[in-house]
């Protein structure tokens, strides 16, 4: 039976919120730390632990059929393979990034500067787009260390935490793109493959809606649950259900993290008590 290989980053920002992912569409493996390709025990997928930067040849290849990486290589690499999913993960930016104590008055900085970077084609790209003349110093890992060795003036990297910026003296200036985990997919796929594609993205969609959604549970007058429900739009056909008490009721249903946390002091204002917040393992729709 044909398998679908899945590319997965072997260590890195990546990997830990992939294995998670994987984990929580309920597919089971065995992961030691020095194999390089797995085997599913309940779904058909291989999986192959690789370096990001590999992946989008790797797909284009159909040496994995799809795989998960940051939207920032998947730009820079720019091969024909399809996005199929985004994933919410393992948010970051492509910046460029000076010594902190120099002046920074514009794009203009970079004129006849040299920059170190392992994204030389978006680099590039902005440079021209900007009309602005610089080197740039292809370097494949620890980019930020270039400007205190000497090797460049600056650097555009991946920025996450900025952390790594703030070790090296470095202050992000400009932002060239925003970036996210993504699914990418070999444009070729036999039927049998897409099919199996089709469900581990149904689990996929699945996880995802589950973390962006809590089940919520509260007691309000009976009175108020109009008011409550125009509070939550995301709330639809709420369950009611009446307590010992006379007037009041207990009201359960879905709403958006995000609705939540916005309107609580709202919730309370029109009467809700015993607000309990609940995450939800899986939501199928
Ligand atoms: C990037 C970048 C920094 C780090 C920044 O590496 O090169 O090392 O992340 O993160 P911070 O802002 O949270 O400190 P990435 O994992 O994208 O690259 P790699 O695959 O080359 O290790
Ligand atoms: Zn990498």
Redesign the pocket.
């Known amino acids: 039976m044909n398998r679908l290989k899945i590319a997965i980053q072997k260590s ?2 990546l990997s830990e919120n992939s294995h998670r992912l994987l984990e929580e569409c309920g597919i089971k493996f065995s992961n030691g730390t020095s194999v390089l390709k797995t085997s599913a025990r309940n779904f058909p997928v291989d999986i192959l632990f690789l370096r ?2 590999d992946i989008p040849q790797y797909v284009e290849q159909q040496v994995a059929d799809i795989g998960i990486l ?1 939207e920032n290589m998947v730009f820079e690499k720019n091969k024909d393979v399809e996005v199929l999913e985004q994933l919410g993960f393992a948010a ?1 930016r492509l910046s460029l990034a000076i010594p902190r104590e120099d002046v920074f008055a514009g794009p203009e900085y970079f004129n006849n500067r040299k920059i170190a970077t ?1 994204y030389p084609r978006l680099l590039s790209q902005y440079l021209s787009e900007n009309n602005i003349t610089a080197q740039i110093e292809e370097i494949s ?1 620890s ?2 260390i270039a400007p205190g060795i000497g090797l460049a003036d600056a650097v555009c ?9 703030l070790t090296n003296g470095l202050r992000e200036v400009i932002t060239i793109l925003k970036s996210q985990a993504v699914i990418i997919g070999n444009k070729n796929l036999d039927d049998e493959k897409r099919s199996i594609l089709e469900k581990f993205l149904f689990r996929i969609r699945s996880v995802k809606k589950s973390r962006e959604n809590k089940y919520i549970l509260l007691n309000a007058p009976e009175k108020a649950i109009g008011e409550i429900c125009k509070i939550l739009p995301g709330m639809k056909s709420p369950t009611i259900l009446p307590l010992v008490e006379k007037g009041w009721c207990s009201l359960h249903s879905v709403v958006r993290e995000d609705d939540f946390w916005e309107r609580i002091d709202q919730l309370k204002a029109a009467g809700a008590e015993g607000i309990l917040v609940i995450p939800i393992e899986k939501m199928i729709i």
Do not use: K, P, Q
């Open positions: 890195g920002r990001d930067d940051g970051c392992s890992g980019v930020e990297d991946i920025v996450s935490s900025g952390s790594t910026l």
